[in-house]
């Protein structure tokens, strides 16, 4: 037994190392994004989501350059259920030199920084596949708060093709239009 255990070892070790440098592969983003047309409001309409985003109800990023060619952007939410208060949360989007516009590293809280990859982007600008390398999160968004059935599988489609489990990615709650308090609200003043 130990034997076997002996022989097969270097096998496992060689499969366990192709699966992980496979699962590793950068994404390659799309080749550029126009800047100015990509600002303005998303509806996050998919998404395999972050800790802070589990449960979230109507959310929307809006993007705002500003004058250092950084990436303004609030992400507007209701937490658990449409009447609850909206929420804001501002980050800054830098983008990376060289990347066609189509990579940013997004700043949290002026501390934290996380990989942001346009992995597809609708040639109209509608719609748009937020990835990172890491395949732990993604964010399906549109310039409405609603898809078809068939962009949501196309959509789908994509992220597997990418490396991404589509069983993971789930359906936002969005109803719109809103009424009452914070209908309104979509963003703050940049830092």
């Not at 034997?3 to 440098?21: D, H, I, K, N, R």
């Not at 350059?65 to 949360?89: E, H, I, M, Q, S």
């Not at 030199?97 to 996380?114: D, H, I, Q, S, Y």
Request: glycine share 8%; with cysteine; hydrophobic share 40%.
């Amino acid at each position: 037994m130990r034997l076997l255990a002996a022989s097969l070892l270097p096998f496992l070790l060689a499969v366990a190392a192709t699966g992980c440098a496979r699962a590793a592969a950068p994404i390659t983003p799309v080749d550029h994004v126009d800047l100015p047309r990509y600002m303005g409001r998303w509806y996050v309409v998919g998404i395999i989501p972050t800790r802070l985003e589990r449960g979230n109800h109507n959310p929307v990023e809006t993007y705002r350059l500003d004058r250092d060619g950084n990436v303004c952007t609030w992400y507007r939410y209701r937490p658990d259920r449409f009447d609850a208060p909206v929420k804001l949360l501002q980050s800054t989007g830098l983008v990376v030199p060289g990347t066609g516009n189509a990579e940013w590293k997004v700043r949290f809280f002026g501390l934290f920084k996380a990989q942001y990859k346009v992995g597809w982007l609708a040639p109209d600008y509608g719609q748009v596949l937020i990835v990172r390398d890491a395949r732990d999160y993604l964010w399906y968004m549109a310039r409405t708060p609603q898809v078809s059935e068939a962009d949501w599988q196309a959509m789908l489609g994509r992220a597997r093709a990418m490396g991404y489990d589509p069983a993971l990615i789930q359906r936002v709650p969005q109803r719109w239009p809103e009424r009452g308090e914070g209908s309104d609200v979509f963003h703050g003043e940049c830092e």
